[in-house]
């Protein structure tokens, strides 16, 4: 079987087929479904080889983005860490992967030593070679960019325990403190509480923006 698996919406042929004939000329075996005929049981190939590549490079657009299979394939890539992603008009990926590093070939002029390509051809040659993972692909830039979310997360909890601390606080608080002493403790356990929340929500808000930006 060969190394790089392509995965694509049928709309985005000639784009594709361009990217194909490159990586070919660049010493590459490569598989795409343009090498099915008729009669071939496509579900069982196309898994098979997308199984057996070292690398798989997944081509998104506004097509690609609503295509199951296009989807199918860059989750199970993902899952084996050999995802090599792109973006041919600019579309970004959905969900989970536009939380990956995604290459950007809207300006590709279909060169050999097009910006777009060389980085492509970085990416797939790491990744065929098992020297390292590109930059932003597979689990580990998931876990990364979820990573985020850890402060934010501690902070929530450290007031969803002062509010129960405030609750027990209200139940218990006439008969351990005074009626002034005990206004206080919790006007300020509750204060304290929102405050937190508040700053929970802000840091997700930001968090969750920045990933979507990169």
Not at 62 to 79: G, I, P, T
Not at 127 to 142: C, E, F, I, K, N
């Amino acid at each position: 079987m060969e190394e790089i698996f392509v995965s694509y919406s049928h709309q985005d042929a000639p784009s594709v087929e361009s990217i194909v004939h490159r990586l070919v000329g660049r010493g590459h075996g490569v598989w795409w479904d343009r090498r099915l005929r008729g009669g071939d049981d496509f579900g069982s190939i196309i898994q098979g080889a997308l199984a057996a590549s070292r690398c798989a490079v997944v081509a998104w657009s506004k097509f690609a983005q609503h295509s199951l299979w296009v989807r199918a394939e860059a989750n199970s890539a993902r899952e084996c860490g050999k995802l090599v992603q792109l973006t041919l008009d600019g579309t970004k990926p959905p969900l989970p992967f536009s939380m990956l590093h995604t290459l950007d070939f809207e300006k590709d002029d279909g060169s050999p030593d097009a910006p777009p390509m060389l980085e492509l051809a970085e990416s797939v040659q790491a990744m065929v070679s098992g020297a390292a993972s590109p930059p932003g692909t597979g689990r580990r830039t998931l876990t990364s960019g979820l990573a985020g979310f850890a402060p934010a997360a501690v902070v929530g909890g450290a007031s969803i325990a002062l509010v129960i601390l405030a609750a027990a606080l209200a139940g218990m608080g006439p008969r351990l403190l005074t009626a002034d002493a005990f206004g206080l403790a919790t006007g300020a356990l509750f204060l304290v509480s929102v405050l937190g929340f508040a700053h929970m929500l802000v840091r997700v808000i930001l968090t969750f923006v920045g990933s979507r930006q990169r």
